[in-house]
């Protein structure tokens, strides 16, 4: 079981940046398909962005496209997601998750491990 840690989150200005990052423990990430999540205020938990657990297939939500990239260093079983040109409509909890199959990576039930989040605010 891998246990999972978000970090990075802020406030941050129309048009700025920031790289959360999400470290595992407990077995190595790189067995794992990751995904980020987030959760807007009475929104529902929405799919952002995932990288397939081999090959580093990656997968975007359109309106993140461009903007956001993810990645993962295996070597410090960490999982990235670089956003730049942030947007107010991004303001929401980030989180991130894992799970050991490569489907369905936009789709928030079929993972099974989850971070506790972290929060992300555009406002200038």
């Known amino acids: 079981q891998v246990q999972l840690v978000e970090s990075g989150g802020g406030l941050v200005q129309p048009g700025g940046s920031l790289r959360l990052s999400c470290a595992a423990s407990g077995r190595t990430s790189s067995s794992y398909t990751m995904g980020w999540f987030r959760q807007a205020p009475g929104k529902e938990r929405e799919f952002v962005a995932g990288?397939?657990?081999?090959?580093?297939?990656?997968y975007y939500t359109d309106p993140v496209k461009g903007r956001f990239t993810i990645s993962r260093d295996n070597a410090q079983n960490t999982v990235y997601l670089q956003m730049n040109s942030l947007k107010p409509e991004d303001t929401a909890v980030y989180f991130c998750a894992a799970k050991l199959t490569s489907i369905r990576v936009g789709v928030d039930t079929t993972y099974n491990t989850w971070g506790q989040g972290t929060q992300v605010t555009v406002s200038s």
């Open positions: 990288i397939i657990r081999s090959g580093g297939n990656t």
